[in-house]
């Protein structure tokens, strides 16, 4: 009986001292305020998903139906957690009041008329979208727009259009309401829209899909892509079509106070007209835009491309390579090694904007793939290199069940991802290392980041050279609750688990006495 107690007290004994050292990690980044650099890590959060508000969301998520609402009364925790921009989703009058905004049929109302049945969009009033702006920036918070150019959807009348292959054919393609374009645009009375600002469409007056019908007169515009997308495709052969752009883009700039653009479907629009429209959109303010575009190609090659045929540096392509990659590690299909060189991140690293889903490739009902599986390892690697914009995706941080695990990783990024990036020299098949170097002037920056893509559940060592001699460092996941001490050249021996589930360990530094 003695024994049988000895031996519980023993095992009672080892439990607390395991769970001691468990809570260590988490009381260090309790207790440190750690410092936040001069420069801050850039990072942007995507603030809406497409079924934002609707269905169960909107049941389970009452707040997000007013999203500018939303935006303002969160900007303090946006701010606090790391972000410096904030995409938001298509502001201008839709098709109705649940379009998510890609449905654009009058880009000058930003829910301000009542137009399709609402006067607010689906993501509340013009009055409101100002005011979150306004909040946003004041908690030091960029604003990116998102700029829907390739297609009109929502005609108030048909009419009976000429084809390029002869005879006529009845189409939604005349829009004669817009009082936002009435009111803002100064050359609204001079003319409006209707067939002749198109190059073509896909469905007749009835409904029936017919394929890519092109107009009489018209050619497909010279787009890096196929030109037609969807919807109603938008001349920009068309001079008055192109004027309007110009001035529509002027006038948003000036009215909402945006600090740049996130350019929708961009391989499928006029690329002369791109450049052009930057260009003018550019110099008419003092500010420095930030501009992303969204070409869809999951091969570096064609972004480079692209990215040539615009000629502007400010231009940004979302990494859709990178993301390819990460639908490798999902799956468990990836040499981890080839993430060092993998994606527009690592040949055009000023001009990529990484992220892991978005609401195309996080939807419900579509066809879409998302990183449903060490989404978390994905994360830790673009929010920790030294190279790339990183985004975030709202339903990922606040709809996913992830939110603590995705904190953590965010505000890594906010304190310690700094200094010099290195890639490890014993990258392999299971595990990917990356190590930042810290700030010479800024105690306790600096990390080791250590992500696996097996499910052996074992806990892999590596040992790594943290470029911190001397240092102690601890796992600000909580995945992992040991200590690890670097030597006199930096060296340590770092550890991960090689599981989906918490596959992935950001190494920091603890702060010094």
């Known amino acids: 009986m003695l024994q049988r107690k000895t031996r519980q007290k023993g095992i009672l004994l080892i439990f607390i001292l395991i ?35 609707t269905g169960k969301f909107g049941k389970m998520y009452p707040e997000e139906k007013d999203l500018w609402q939303l935006l303002a009364k969160r900007a303090p925790e946006f701010s606090d957690l790391g972000f410096t921009g904030i995409w938001l989703p298509p502001a201008g009058k ?57 297609q ?56 029936k899909m017919i394929g890519p019908t092109l107009f009489q007169g018209k050619s497909w515009d010279q ?15 068309n001079e008055k079509v192109v004027d309007e752009a110009i001035a ?25 007209f791109v450049k052009r429209w930057l260009e003018e959109i550019q110099a008419s303010t003092e500010k420095e835009l930030f501009i992303v575009g969204e070409a869809w190609y999951t091969n570096v090659m064609s972004l480079q491309f692209y990215l040539g045929a ?33 994606g527009l991140v690592n040949k055009k690293p000023e001009q990529a904007v990484t992220f892991v889903d978005n609401h195309d490739t996080f939807r419900d009902g579509l066809n879409s ?38 904190e953590k990783i965010i505000k890594a990024r906010k304190y310690f991802a700094y200094g010099p990036g290195y890639e490890v020299e014993n990258n392999d098949q299971e595990v990917y290392s990356y190590v930042r170097a ?17 499910d052996s559940g074992e806990i892999i060592e590596k040992r790594i050279n943290s470029r911190q001699p001397g240092q102690i460092y601890y796992d600000f996941t909580g995945n992992s609750s040991e200590f690890v001490e670097t030597d006199s050249q930096g060296y340590g021996n770092f550890k991960v688990k090689n599981t989906a589930e918490h596959g992935w360990s950001i190494w920091v530094p603890k702060k010094r006495d």
């Not at 810290?438 to 980041?449: F, I, K, N, Q, S």
Request: aromatic residues 14%.
């Open 19 to 53: 769970l001691v050292i468990a809570l260590n990690g988490i009381l260090y980044a309790a207790k440190d305020k750690y410092p936040v650099p001069k420069e801050q890590n850039p990072l942007i959060l995507q603030a809406f998903y497409w079924e934002m508000g």
């Open 94 to 150: 839709g098709t109705s009041i649940s379009d998510v905004g890609y449905g654009i049929y009058d880009p000058w109302d930003l829910g301000e008329f009542n137009q399709k049945g609402t006067v607010r969009t689906k993501y509340g009033t013009k009055k409101e979208l100002l005011k979150a702006i306004n909040t946003l920036q004041q908690k030091g918070i960029s604003v990116y727009y998102d700029v829907v150019f390739n």
């Open 152 to 207: 009109r959807i929502g005609a108030d009348h048909k009419e009976e259009v000429p084809l390029a292959g002869g005879g006529t054919m009845e189409t939604w393609t005349l829009f004669s309401g817009m009082k936002g374009r009435n009111k803002y645009y100064d050359q609204a009375k001079e003319w409006g829209w209707d067939w002749q600002c198109f190059d073509g469409i896909d469905v007749d007056a009835s409904g």
């Open 223 to 237: 787009s890096f892509d196929k030109d037609y997308l969807l919807g109603c495709d938008v001349d920009y052969q």
């Open 248 to 272: 529509w883009g002027k006038w948003l700039l000036k009215e909402t106070g945006v600090d740049g653009f996130r350019l929708d479907a961009v391989k499928h629009v006029d690329t002369g």
């Open 310 to 342: 615009l000629n502007n540096k400010e231009v940004k392509l979302f990494d859709f390579p990178l993301r390819a990659q990460m639908e490798l590690m999902r799956d468990g299909r990836i040499n981890m090694a080839n993430l060092g060189t993998a």
């Open 369 to 406: 793939a998302p990183i449903f599986k060490r989404k978390c390892q994905s994360y830790a690697y673009i929010l920790t290199r030294e190279h790339g914009y990183p985004v975030v995706f709202w339903r990922d941080l606040y709809n996913a069940n992830l939110r603590s695990e995705m």
């Open 438 to 454: 810290g700030l010479e002037d800024v105690d306790g920056t600096g990390l080791v980041m250590m992500i696996s893509s097996g």
